[in-house]
């Protein structure tokens, strides 16, 4: 999951230099407690990088 952490960092990074209104636009991803939630709703298990991002 380092590779997935390094990839949105380098994103990140890129959107708040070239693109600052997509940056701002960017919202905080879901909580666990959230995705664990969607994962007993829907009787599956939602793989660990997709958690990841």
Request: aromatic share 6%; no cysteine; charged share 20%.
């Amino acid at each position: 999951m380092r590779q997935i952490d390094d990839a949105w960092r380098r994103i990140t990074s890129w959107l708040q230099h070239h693109a600052p209104d997509s940056y701002a636009a960017l919202r905080a991803g879901a909580s666990s407690s959230a995705i664990t939630a969607v994962d007993h709703a829907l009787h599956l298990q939602i793989p660990a990088d997709l958690r990841a991002l």
